[in-house]
């Protein structure tokens, strides 16, 4: 959380829980807050979400969330997929079956960050007291990584996952970049693949932050290639665009 509550001295329990105590009355109520509404958050269940270390320099007080789509590679009554998502459960059964291997270990289709930084004093970058820093990374086929209109689409992602989860927000900014891997030499077998990373910022509207996660959440899953959500929840748009 803040650098010096992560770095509390390896001490006895009964000399280190004052310390603690200490710590955590200096943390800001509204950053207390913030996280209470973060734990709150739904996330679908192929995402994997922890806890990881916080930058230490962006801001005075920052909570850090690693992401990772995992989908069970063996998969028995499976919804169907697009994208990365089928190329990804295409090679795994693939190589299963060469294998003879029946282990399902899943396939990991995209990783992403979420960090929730907070300044009581505000900040006139951000234009609040809090911001929101994200990253997403996912492999896409050829055809679709080759869209001249990729990074317009993956915006366009974002803005209105926020918009349907009803996450109100401010000064947003991001970078969408197409990453070309080719390998050569031994690894030369290896295909060429394409993947798409997204940086993205953004001020919330208040210390809730629940939707802010949730939305983003869902946009990692979106950048994986998963079906949308049932029981009527709304789709994000579908990757390939005339």
């Not at 679908?44 to 007080?61: G, H, K, T, V, W």
Request: net charge negative; glycine share 8%; proline share 7%.
């Amino acid at each position: 959380m803040r650098e010096q509550a992560a770095s509390l001295p390896n001490t006895a329990t009964s000399n280190a829980y004052p310390a603690i105590v200490n710590a955590l009355a200096q943390v800001p109520a509204d950053f207390l807050y913030a996280l209470g509404t973060l734990r709150k958050a739904r996330c679908r269940s192929e995402l994997r979400l922890d806890e990881i270390p916080a930058p230490a320099r962006l801001a005075p007080f920052a909570v850090a969330l690693g992401a990772e789509v995992i989908v069970p590679s063996g998969g028995k009554d499976r919804s169907p997929v697009h994208g990365p998502a089928a190329m990804a459960l295409a090679r795994s059964a693939a190589a299963g079956a060469a294998a003879g291997d029946d282990a399902d270990d899943g396939e990991e289709l995209a990783t992403g960050r979420f960090i929730l930084l907070h300044d009581p004093d505000g900040s006139a970058v951000w234009d609040g007291e809090f911001r929101i820093v994200t990253y997403i990374r996912a492999q896409l086929d050829a055809e679709m990584g080759n869209d001249e209109m990729l990074g317009s689409v993956a915006w366009t992602w974002l803005v209105e996952a926020l918009e349907t989860h009803n996450a109100p927000y401010r000064a947003a900014g991001g970078t969408a970049t197409r990453v070309l891997s080719e390998s050569f030499g031994t690894l030369a077998d290896r295909p060429a693949s394409i993947d798409i990373e997204l940086r993205a910022s953004w001020t919330p509207a208040s210390a809730d932050v629940q939707a802010h996660l949730e939305a983003w959440s869902d946009m990692v899953c979106t950048f994986a290639g998963l079906p949308p959500l049932p029981d009527g929840v709304s789709a994000l748009p579908r990757r390939r665009r005339n």
